[in-house]
């Protein structure tokens, strides 16, 4: 049985990774263009957003039976409002790991870990219509759909909706809070 585990950044194979995975096409559907042409432009663009942008960024690590350890993916919170008791969160799990369940759980550790150390109200998540599978994760991993933003974004020739997701703390405490307990150790 694996688990996870949410890590901050640490080694330069975190910064290839990262590198990497903000230059998949898959990525680019779901975010803005990263500059990852050479590892010192990708540095200095991760390093300002750290600053600036992403006040919580953590890689999600798979434990194997074996105690192996693979990078599977990231968890990041953005647009922080300590006045209003909101943040967005991104989980991006890569495309070998998908469908597995772990996004779910790296989400669920995630939020528990800003519900614990923020005094936060809600969480929430946008996810486009084209990313159908994040939007069945996002409603596993016990967000309720508050709206949705027609035609808010225009790719390849198509317009796409913008979903808007939230999880309450109270709404997490009691649907989530003891699978939390569990996984978190």
Known sequence: MSFIT???IGKEDDLRYLATSFAANDQALFSTRVPTHTPEVFRSWLDQRLRSSFPDFRMIRMIGADNSVTTIGFVHNYELSLI???CKIVVYVDQLHRGTGLGIRAAVLFVGYLFEIYSLHKVYSMV?????QSL???LAAGFTEEGVLKEYRFNHGTWHDLHVLSLTRSDFENKLGEAWKLWRH
């Open 6 to 8: 949410l890590d901050t």
């Open 136 to 138: 069945s994760s996002c």
């Open 84 to 86: 209003d008791g909101h």
């Open 128 to 132: 486009y219509s084209y990313n159908e």
